[in-house]
């Protein structure tokens, strides 16, 4: 007994099918009557809807694949072309050979479940799937965690720097700490990667490509950061890379608060707003310079001609110059800034809450999007560097990794038709 949530095909290979086939074909579309015609010519595909509807006055729906496809496998994929309202419909297949009638589990998006930790499997499991199309989503899985894994050691993780070279920064100075080197270093360690995802390497190429152009806006010196005409380091008197390290922290606080991190996530929404703020300061008079001590001469952050140290100056600096000093955003980001130092990861002995955590973020978010707006900025806006940047590091797995498992497979194409 067929349920309306059942729907038939037949795979018909070639470009002709014989004549007990057809008869088989006429008989099947007439007895299940929601059929589906799949093969890789459109003009077989093309003829037999005719003939079909010649002999019974009903027309299958086809679905025509990508001469490159193997059909035994696209068959798994027809929930995808075939779009109907209800999402858990089954497919049968109807052999033309034998009449045999069989069930086809269907590859579907939301069959991909993520866990908190991250990782990403195919629920329903492998049973019934073609031994081509298991591999592929086992692989496209697998290649998905591990890149997930190192975006999450890149936010809120171990270095990808060797430890001589962290031992090094200790003499670095304010202009080298704007040089994105864990980003570098990121991108250095996924390009070496490339070769072996082998389903996943469009959406790695994406990231790769995303992480070159933050690279593109750090500075090479001071000057760059002082020119009046726009350039890849400033844009509307604003260095560009203050907004990228914000981004990036804001970033590793959403992960670290799905994780359950509120000391981590606390951290990094501070640096969020410590780095964009910095930046906010270039529009009245701060700037790198070089700057003296014991002889030594460094380029360092100065604000007033003095040398910042800490970030006191900054938080009063923007008060001050965006007229901030009675907003309500301003106060409460006060109120928590200084509320850190009882934090254990400072010089207290108590943690932050999931619900302070977040009242300080959305504080956050609002100052930054008001200094965007104050500080006339027009291009490079903080929120479009978000977006594009979470849109590349933070893979949507229900949606990237079905989409990658298609386009291996040669399913991603597959043009569903009705023969007027």
Excluded at 248 to 254: C, G, I, K, T
Aim: proline letters at 3%; aromatic letters at 10%; one cysteine or more.
């Amino acid at each position: 007994m067929k349920s309306y949530k059942d729907a038939y095909f037949a795979i018909v290979e070639g470009n002709a099918l014989a004549t007990g086939a057809r008869e088989l074909l006429c008989a099947a579309v007439l007895e299940y009557q929601e059929f589906i015609l799949v093969g890789q010519c459109e003009h077989l595909l093309t003829d037999l809807s005719q003939y079909v509807n010649s002999v019974i006055a009903t027309r299958p729906t086809c679905v025509l694949a990508d001469s490159n496809a193997l059909l035994l496998t696209v068959e798994h994929f027809l929930d995808h072309a075939y779009l109907c309202e209800d999402t858990s419909r089954r497919f049968f297949k109807v052999c033309l050979d034998t009449g045999t009638v069989t069930l086809v589990p269907q590859v579907r998006d939301t069959n991909f479940i993520t866990e908190k930790n991250q990782r990403t499997y195919y629920a329903p499991g492998m049973q019934g799937l073609h031994p081509v199309v298991k591999n592929v989503v086992e692989t496209a899985c697998a290649q998905h965690n591990e890149l997930s894994q190192l975006v999450c050691r890149l936010l809120i993780g171990y270095s990808f720097l060797p430890d001589q070279q962290l031992k090094n920064k200790s003499a670095g100075s304010d202009l080298d700490a704007l040089q994105l080197h864990e980003v570098r270093a990121f991108l250095g360690h996924i390009s070496g990667l490339m070769p072996g995802f082998t389903v996943l390497q469009e959406e790695l190429t994406e990231l790769i490509n995303h992480c070159t152009t933050l690279l593109a806006v750090c500075p090479a010196s001071a000057s760059d950061l002082a020119n009046i005409q726009a350039s890849a380091a400033l844009q509307n008197g604003f260095p560009c890379i203050y907004k990228v390290m914000s981004v990036l922290h804001y970033l590793a606080y959403q992960l670290a608060m799905e994780n359950n991190l509120f000391s981590k996530a606390f951290m990094h929404i501070f640096r969020a707003y410590e780095c964009y703020t910095s930046g906010a300061l270039f529009l009245d008079s701060a700037t790198i310079q070089l700057h003296t001590k014991s002889g030594i001469s460094l380029d360092s952050y100065t604000f007033k001609n003095q040398r910042v140290l800490g970030f006191t100056p900054v938080f009063k600096g923007i008060g001050a110059y965006f007229n901030l000093e009675q907003n309500t955003d301003y106060l409460t980001c006060k109120f928590y800034i200084d509320l850190r130092n009882k934090f254990h990861y400072t010089h207290g002995d108590v943690k932050p809450s999931a619900s302070l955590v977040n009242e300080f973020a959305r504080a956050v978010i609002r100052q930054i999007l008001k200094i965007e707006k104050s500080g006339n900025q027009q291009n490079f806006l903080w929120r479009d560097v978000y977006m594009q940047t979470r849109r590349s590091l933070m893979m949507n797995p229900q949606r990237e990794v079905p989409t990658a498992v298609r386009r291996a497979l040669q399913a991603h194409q597959l043009v569903s038709f009705m023969v007027p």
